[in-house]
């Protein structure tokens, strides 16, 4: 069970994996909230070589701006650990924190449009 964009294995498996919580987007007459159709789901690495640095951004720059990604991500909301090919997915621009003794800090992707 491992991380995965478009089939292939990040060459370093995040730090931490964690589905961000929905924001409400609205209040409908009953008092309900209402949420997006969509979740998010952050990944982050502690540190990292400018390879695996390197590897996100090609991601990024491969479907930025046009294109979505099939991640495999654990399984929103299910009883077991198990991963599952999240389709249609969008990836945010990774960032990156300072460099340290030739390694980035504090790199972080998110993976928007998550269809659960």
Known sequence: ???KINGT???IQPT???WVDRQSVDID???HPIYPPYREFELSWQLGTM???EQLRTYF???GST???VVDLPKYATNAYTFFAYTGCVLQEPSYGAFFAEHQADMLLLVTRIKT
Do not use: F, I, N, P
């Open 1 to 3: 069970m491992t991380y």
């Open 9 to 11: 294995e990040l060459v």
């Open 51 to 53: 390879e695996q640095a």
């Open 61 to 63: 720059s491969a479907v």
């Open 67 to 69: 294109g979505t990604v």
């Open 16 to 18: 931490k994996g964690r």
């Open 29 to 31: 007459g009953w008092g």
